[in-house]
């Protein structure tokens, strides 16, 4: 197999709902797919930041990012994503790539398609010379035990290894740290609907 990362343009529309509809099938709601519009505003917008990879030639996944610049805010996904679009909440001179989405179709998973999607993203950060790599990071696992310890309890659990949880254990193998629980980020009944703001700082930035 070989991988295969690169921008997305509006031609790969179809590729691309693709991906989502294998990624998210029903019950997931069909109008939370990315739209052509959608697509074409995150290509307009910030071209550097869309991505699909490719399996062998086949659309494999797909990743969405944006800059903005970290302020310790609190914020939710439609905030940040501006619903989807980014035209209205990209900062050209921000300190941070925010990566929105990432997806991969079930049949690709389990071959490195994310892991080389976390890669291409990293080294955009380290390219473009920005302060970190962030994404609000559902917790599936916790919408479970919410009425026996708080969020912030749960995540130091997680990050610690003493518990496990399907996305956030991930994104720390990634090389990502917790920053701040964020409340109301996403209607995630899973993760009590929130979210964990997490960073990969860039290695070659002195901090």
């Not at 590729?15 to 990624?23: G, H, M």
Request: a negative charge; hydrophobic letters at 35%; aromatic letters at 10%.
């Amino acid at each position: 197999m070989t991988f295969t990362v690169r921008c997305y343009t509006a031609d790969d529309y179809d590729s691309l709902l693709l991906i989502q509809r294998e990624a998210f099938p029903p019950p997931f709601p069909e109008d939370l797919w990315w739209s052509r519009e959608q697509i074409i505003s995150h290509v307009e917008t910030y071209p550097e930041g869309a991505m699909i990879a490719l399996c062998d030639g086949e659309p494999a996944g797909s990743a969405t990012s944006l800059l903005v610049t970290y302020t310790g805010k609190p914020h939710t996904w439609e905030e940040v994503s501006d619903r989807g679009f980014i035209r209205g909440s990209h900062e050209p001179n921000g300190d941070s790539l925010y990566g929105i989405d990432l997806c991969v179709r079930p049949s690709f998973r389990g071959r490195g398609i994310a892991q080389a999607l976390y890669e291409a993203r990293k080294q955009l950060v380290v390219r473009s010379g920005l302060v970190r790599f962030m994404a609000g990071c559902r917790i599936p696992g916790y919408g479970a035990i919410a009425d026996q310890m708080d969020a912030e309890e749960y995540v130091r659990q997680v990050a610690s290894g003493t518990r496990r949880d399907l996305v956030l254990s991930f994104m720390l193998k990634q090389g990502m740290r917790p920053l701040q629980v964020l409340d109301g980020y996403l209607d995630d009944e899973e993760s009590n609907h929130k979210a964990v703001l997490v960073e990969w700082p860039n290695p070659h930035l002195d901090t």
